[in-house]
């Protein structure tokens, strides 16, 4: 059903969709869709989830609809930005493409309207970093970069033995006493090396936790996911960046739009007299 009155704003961020996986918040994503319209859709990685297909083919037509909505406003002038993550890790082979107004990116600067430049990443080239050691966030940015390359090969070789994916929100998982400081971990080194690349935010996903913080002078942004918490970043007009939480806002819409469908019957009809 389509929205009385959308949002409208400069950029939307989504990430960790996880298409394909039973517990992905299709329908609520796809209400959010179509409640949005913006010039820039920022998609900042997991938006398939290949690993769980493999696993257990699940793919309901809600899922296929996600993609429609997306690739509808890619039609209608609003510029997609796709930045695979680990479980979509496949689509980085495809980055540099352009598919009309989509593009397929490692990682993007977008500029803001009011000059912010944002580094956008998905996030779990971290994952190494964060587990092995604190000290190697305070390294220089050759070690991150060499570290960056390293997670890609120790991944490469678990593969080959059939391990899968070492994934921090999967750790997370485990270590629920330590989450808040591996959190914390997380974000440190995201901020360290946005620092290192002279931008002046990063907009990050994979850990499921949005968030927006200023760490030391850098502007650190998580848009959450859509399994857990329903969550995006928007831009508006005057560049001022905000977290939405969609859970409420779309039981909310279902509220109206069942209502909508119901008021037809509630009205007497031509030549019947009301009671
Ligand atoms: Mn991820």
């Given at each position: 059903m389509p929205t009385p009155n959308p949002i409208r704003v400069r950029s939307v961020w989504i990430s960790d969709v996880h298409l394909g996986f039973k517990g992905c918040q299709a329908n609520a994503l796809l209400d959010f869709l179509h409640s949005v319209e913006t010039d820039y859709l920022f998609?900042?990685?997991?938006?398939?989830?290949f690993w769980s297909i493999k696993k257990a083919p699940y793919w309901p037509q809600e899922h296929t609809n996600v993609i429609r909505s997306i690739l509808g406003k890619a039609k209608h002038e609003t510029k997609v930005i796709y930045i695979p993550g680990n479980h979509d890790e496949q689509m980085r082979d495809c980055v540099g493409h352009k598919f009309g107004n989509l593009e397929i990116h490692r990682n993007y600067v977008h500029t803001t309207v009011d000059g912010k430049k944002l580094l956008i990443m998905h996030g779990d080239e971290f994952d190494v970093i964060v587990k092995n050691s604190r000290w190697l966030a305070n390294l220089g940015s050759w070690a991150y970069e060499t570290l960056l390359s390293l997670n890609h090969v120790v991944n490469r070789f678990r593969k080959l033995f059939n391990c899968s994916y070492w994934s921090l929100a999967a750790y997370l998982k485990h270590k629920v006493k330590n989450a808040v400081s591996y959190i914390g971990s997380f974000e440190d080194a995201l901020a360290h090396f946005a620092r290192e690349k002279e931008v002046d935010g990063v907009v990050c996903g994979h850990i499921h936790h949005a968030e927006i913080r200023d760490i030391d002078g850098i502007l650190y942004c998580n848009d959450g996911d859509w399994v857990e918490s329903c969550s995006a970043m928007f831009e508006h007009a005057d560049g001022r960046l905000e977290l939405v939480h969609w859970a409420k806002q779309y039981e909310r819409n279902l509220m109206r739009d069942r209502k909508l469908l119901e008021a037809p019957d509630k009205q007497p009809k031509p030549g019947q007299k009301a009671a």
């Open positions: 998609l900042v990685g997991d938006i398939v989830d």
